[in-house]
C-alpha cells in the first residue's frame, strides 16, 4: 500500500492562539497585547551624518505615528555578495555611532553579530542582539548571545521552516534568556527568488515570543545582480499588510534617504516618504486584529443588540 504524504505545514494544538510574552528593549516593551512596534533604519552604517539623519526622521516619526521604533544598522555586513561589496565600518567605529544615535537621538539600538568574539563588545551598546537569518542554525553563536541576557532577535533562516524554529527558540532559552523575537524575513524559492508564507507567523507565534515581519527583505532578489542582491521594493508595502493581518507584532522596514545610491540593499529599501503612510495603515490593522483576538467585535455587537 502507497504511504501518504505527511502534510506540508505540521499542525500545532494551538495553532492560531496568536498569544505573545511581551520583551523589554532598552526604555520598550513590545510583543504580548502591546502596540505595533517597528525596527528600521539603513541596512549598513555608510558614515555618521546619514545613520544620524536616518534616526531623526524615526525619532520623529515616533511620536507623530505613536509607535514604539528600535533603530537597526549593521556595522559589518559580512554575508555580502561579491568580495567587492561595502561591508560597512566595522565593530569599534560602527558600535561608537551606534552609540552616538542612542545618546543623542533616544532610540534602542539593534545590529546584527556574525562572530562569537564581536558579542562582548557589541552587547556593551545594543539594546537588542540580532542573529542574521544566514546564522540562525549556529548553535554556538546563539548561546554566547542568549548568554548576555540582552533580548535577541533571531531571523529565521530562508533555508529553514518555520516549524524548525522552535529548535532555535531551544537553544537560546537553555541560557536561561526568554528575551527573544523571531523574525520572518521570506524563503528560498528557486534561484534568486523569495517566497513570504504567511502561515509562518502563526506557527512561530505559538513559541510564544513575538514575531516581526522583514517586509524589505522579504522582497529582496538575493545575488539578483550577479554582484549584489536585486529587490523590489514596491511589494513590501502589501506584504507588510499581509503580515500585520497575519499577526505580526512588528515590522521590519529598511530605509534611506535615497535608496537608489545606498551602499547595501538599495533595490529593496523605502525613500522616508513612503514609510509614515504605510505605518498609519499598518497600526491600523494591528488595532483591528487585536480587537479581534480581544473579543472586541462580539462586544461591539452586542453592546449594538441592546
Known sequence: MEKKADNMLKPSPCFGTGHSNTVKIGNLTVGGNGPLFLISGPCVIENKEIILKVARFLKGLEQRVKIPIIFKSSYDKANRTSIDS???????EGLEILKEVKDTVGLPILSDIHQISEIEKAAEILDIIQIPAFLSRQTDLILEAAGTHLPINIKKGQFLSPWDMEQVVSKAISRGNNSILLTERGTSFGYNNLIVDMRSISVMKNFGYPVVFDATHGVQLPGGQGKSSGGQREFAAPLAR??????????????????????????NSLPFEQVESLLMVLKEIHRIVG????????????????
Open 242 to 267: 499581509a503580515a500585520i493581518a497575519a499577526g505580526a507584532d512588528g515590522i521590519f522596514l529598511e530605509i534611506h534617504p535615497d535608496p537608489d545610491s545606498a551602499l547595501s540593499d538599495g533595490p
Open 291 to 306: 480587537r479581534k483576538k480581544r473579543g472586541g467585535d462580539e462586544a461591539e455587537l452586542k453592546d449594538r443588540a441592546n
Open 86 to 92: 561595502f561591508r560597512g565600518p566595522g565593530l569599534n
